[in-house]
């Protein structure tokens, strides 16, 4: 593609101060400005001019005057002052209601190119508002670890996202099978942040990294706040003077004697600051830290060029500019091993060491080891430049620019909701009762028959095969066998002519079936729910069903599910339940039954919550009149929007069937 054919390329920001998203945005921009590309960057806050330097060409628009004023709105709140707490609650709500507005106004003004949003709140917004015509990419610049909230965003509000991209590969197969039941036509990429390295700005140095004269100082760089761990650094300094002291008396230091036995340079400001100035004090370790503040990059390159390392302590990372930052100037990387960036990109004996979390001794230990071995940091130089290399950002950006070449996703025009697929499903419904349905399964294990799914259907899961075809692959499968669940479920069979038909709750099907499967010392695997419902469940079926064999156990958040799938196969279990919400629960069961040579698979949405006694089932009377879901409704009202969108859905479609022909054969 020629420079001057070279499409729009449109960047969201919210502001454009300090901060690793607004330096990825900013090395991104003026890379493909200088590429020929035309870069704008709709910007919410004006905050002062950019931290970082833009290129003449890129153009920035801020659309609105207003600023944030959580920290006034805060201090009205600690004094007491209620109309100073109203006024500044009324300048909230407004800068909010201006925050969203002007954006969409904005995304919406986007008519050709690319819309590349960097944050989750923009993504949705871009989706939604996002022109047809207009490549939509989306990045996720943290870990977030996934949480249940920000799923749904992935799984239900980025429906007209043409690319999502991930800072590392571990991140795009985490999310891969997260996403891909939901959205078929999605592109997911891993492309990491990369450096920009000005020479006429790099600091002074050798050609050779390991000529480099390096003093006994070790680097911190980063945010002063919570989950950047900073105040992790103390016990790591005492363990640190601890074996450094104790090194010079066995004299086998080779520490020169002008040197300071070691010191912590920490590069950063935050909420912080204060609490790690009274924890230094008190320790009696200010002869070891130097806090610098807030300082231009250039002399933190410097700093980094002349240490024998670069501490990591955080308690998540995405994907920090500082481990480039550190790779790029041979300072070797001291990380605890926590998600994601870290256990990604440091590797022991080739980039630094990678201690165990919180294991301030291990670190500690590691430090010394560079501060007294010269010979490590030599032995690291060909790993770090190797990553140096790897994340260059011509490696990195010809990466985006074929991104940006793939245009649109051509996407085959919205499913349209088709009322004969409705009608398969009911004509697959289970028309016996509980009591039948049991001793059904039992006997598919004794005679050792092909492995089935069930699936315990309300109308949301019927309106979801409805939307998606590969969930409509699962539900008109032949060794799916689906049971109403849901009382709306009855009653439209009833609607179709299936008077017969009996409702099976998930919850009581799992009940009696770990009461069938007992006696038999049958073996069980459980997958989903949060860690201290499944912790509590596993309570639960132990003492009530001491004879259980329990093969496999995993809570529902950050697990690799390929690696859940080997261990099905490996341990064949009689009983596979996941609670992980419909349709991930039975895409999860549906690759996991290709590998089993029996087995019933079961997937119980929060039927593990009820059982493990963490939410309570609707009392009989409600369920006698069929208001289960009422009362899930007043104690979870926030399911309230769903509930109504899916059932009114679900009622259209039942009609259509019952209009488009006759009752249904049974």
Same mark, same amino acid.
């Given at each position: ?27 991104? @921009? ?58 500044? @609650? ?162 086998? &230091? ?26 230094? @004090? ?22 980094? @060029? ?112 088709? &009322? ?219 399911? *309230? ?22 009752? *249904?054969?049974?």
């Amino acid at each position: 593609m020629r420079k001057d054919q070279r499409k729009a390329i449109t960047f969201t920001a919210l502001h454009l101060q300090h901060g690793g998203v607004e330096l990825a945005i900013t090395q991104q @921009a003026n890379y493909l400005a200088a590429e020929g590309y035309k870069v704008r960057i709709i910007c919410t806050y004006y905050l002062g001019e950019p931290a970082y330097h833009l290129a003449p060409k890129v153009e920035i628009c801020y659309l609105t005057d207003r600023r944030p004023n959580r920290s006034e709105l805060g201090a009205a709140l600690r004094a007491r002052r209620p109309f100073s707490v109203l006024r500044e @609650a009324y300048r909230a709500a407004v800068t909010l209601y201006l925050k969203r507005q002007t954006m969409v106004k904005a995304i919406k003004a986007v008519e050709n190119g690319v819309i590349v949003s960097t944050r989750h709140e923009h993504s949705i917004l871009v989706s939604r508002y996002g022109r047809s015509g207009v490549q939509k990419v989306a990045q996720l610049h943290h870990d977030h670890r996934f949480d249940p909230k920000l799923l749904r965003g992935f799984q239900h509000h980025y429906r007209n996202i043409d690319d999502f991209v991930l800072l590392l590969p571990s991140l795009k197969a985490e999310l891969e099978p997260l996403i891909r039941p939901y959205n078929s036509s999605i592109r997911l990429h891993a492309i990491g942040n990369c450096l920009h390295m000005d020479p006429g700005k790099m600091p002074a140095q050798s050609t050779s990294l390991t000529a480099v004269k390096r003093h006994n100082h070790l680097v911190w760089v980063g945010r002063l706040s919570p989950e950047k761990g900073v105040l992790r650094l103390l016990p790591i300094a005492e363990g640190l003077r601890r074996l450094l002291l104790a090194d010079m008396a066995a004299g086998s &230091s080779s520490r020169a004697e002008v040197e300071p036995l070691f010191v912590i340079d920490v590069y950063g400001d935050g909420q912080e600051m204060a609490e790690l100035k009274r924890e230094i @004090a008190a320790a009696d370790l200010s002869e070891f830290f130097v806090l610098h503040g807030m300082r231009n990059r250039e002399e933190i390159l410097a700093a980094l @060029a002349q240490s024998k390392g670069m501490l990591l302590t955080s308690h998540t990372e995405g994907f920090s500019f500082v481990i480039l930052e550190a790779a790029s100037m041979g300072a070797p990387i001291l990380a605890y091993d926590v998600r994601m960036a870290p256990r990604d990109l440091v590797k022991k004996g080739e980039t630094g060491f990678l201690i165990k979390d919180d294991d301030a001794e291990g670190m500690a230990a590691a430090a010394a080891k560079l501060l007294t071995e010269p010979a490590t940091i030599d032995i690291l130089q060909p790993g770090l430049a190797a990553m140096g290399e790897a994340y260059s950002e011509k490696k990195i950006m010809e990466r985006w620019m074929e991104l940006f070449a793939l245009g649109p996703v051509k996407a085959p025009g919205s499913a349209k909701v088709r &009322s004969d697929k409705m009608r398969e499903y009911f004509e697959k419904l289970y028309d016996k009762t509980m009591a039948e349905l049991v001793p059904e399964l039992l006997k598919r294990l004794e005679q050792e028959l092909p492995p089935i799914l069930v699936v315990t259907a309300n109308p949301e899961i019927l309106m979801l095969g409805q939307r998606l075809p590969s969930y409509d692959g699962i539900l008109r499968d032949p060794e799916t066998l689906i049971v109403a669940d849901g009382i709306g479920v009855v009653k439209a069979a009833k609607m179709l002519g299936l008077p017969s038909l009996t409702r099976i709750p998930g919850v009581e099907l799992v009940e009696k079936l770990l009461a069938a499967l007992a006696p038999r010392r049958g073996k069980i695997f459980l997958y989903g729910a949060k860690p201290e419902v499944m912790e509590a469940l596993l309570t639960k079926i132990k003492q009530a069903y001491p004879d259980l064999q329990i093969v496999g156990a995993y809570h529902g958040y950050g697990q690799n599910e390929a690696v859940l799938q080997a261990e099905i196969a490996a341990t064949q279990p009689d009983l596979v339940l996941a609670a992980l919400g419909a349709p991930r629960q039975e895409t999860f069961l549906a690759q996991c039954r290709k590998s089993l040579s029996q087995g019933i698979l079961i997937g119980v949405g929060g039927s593990f919550d009820v059982i493990s006694g963490q939410k309570r089932r609707a009392p009989k009377i409600w369920r006698k009149l069929n208001l289960e879901w009422a009362y899930r409704l007043l104690h979870e009202p926030k399911r *309230l929007g769903r509930f109504v969108r899916n059932n009114l859905g679900f009622l259209g479609q039942v009609w259509r069937t019952r209009l488009t022909g006759d009752e *249904l054969d049974r």
